[in-house]
C-alpha cells in the first residue's frame, strides 16, 4: 500500500495517543514495567513521532509538486455497505485530522474494554461490533482526509 497523507496522520495520531497512556504509565509507576523500560519506550516513541512528521512534510510538498499517489483505494469487503463512508459532514482537512484524531482515541478505549477479564464474554463480543464499526468509520476518515488533501491540491493548482 502506499502511504497517504490520511494513512500517515492516522499512524501520527496513534502515536500520539500512545504517547499519552506512556506518560500516564510512567507518571503511576506502572507495576508491569521498571521506569527504566518506560522511558525507553517513549524515547524510541518520541523518535518515531519525529520520522513520522519529518515523512508527513515531506509527502505533502512532493505532493504540491507532482503526480504523488493522494489515495489508495480501500479494498475491505467485510463491512456492510450501509455503514461504509459515513463521514461525508467532513468538509475539510484539519476537520477531517481531528475526526480521525478522536476516532483514533475512541478505537483505543473501545479496544482497553475488550482486553477486560472481569465481564462475560457476551459483553466483549458486543464491544467487538462497536471496534469494527469505529474501525470502519476510522477507515472511511483517512479515505476522506485523501480526498480533501486532493481537492485543495486539484484547486491550488488550477489557480
Known amino acids: 500500500m502506499a502511504e497517504t497523507l490520511g494513512s500517515l496522520v ?43 512528521r519529518e515523512e508527513i512534510e515531506e509527502f505533502v510538498a512532493s505532493a504540491a509538486v507532482s503526480e504523488k499517489v493522494l489515495r489508495d483505494e480501500k479494498l475491505k469487503l467485510y463491512n456492510k455497505r450501509e455503514t461504509m463512508g459515513k463521514v461525508g459532514g467532513v468538509k475539510g482537512l484539519s476537520e477531517g485530522i481531528e475526526a480521525l484524531t ?16 472481569d465481564v462475560p464474554l ?23 482526509i485523501d480526498e480533501l488533501f486532493e481537492e485543495k491540491l486539484r484547486s491550488l493548482k488550477e489557480a
Open 10 to 52: 492516522d499512524k501520527l495520531a496513534i502515536k500520539s495517543i500512545r504517547e499519552f497512556y506512556l506518560d500516564k504509565m510512567i507518571d503511576s509507576g506502572d507495576e508491569n514495567f521498571s521506569q527504566e523500560e518506560l522511558r525507553e519506550k517513549k524515547r524510541i516513541l518520541l523518535e518515531q513521532k519525529k520520522s513520522l
Open 122 to 144: 457476551e459483553y466483549i463480543g458486543q464491544v467487538k461490533r462497536k471496534i469494527d464499526a469505529a474501525n470502519q468509520q476510522r477507515n472511511d476518515l483517512i479515505d476522506r
Open 102 to 117: 478522536k476516532k483514533n482515541f475512541d478505537l483505543w478505549q473501545l479496544e482497553d474494554e475488550a482486553r477486560r477479564e
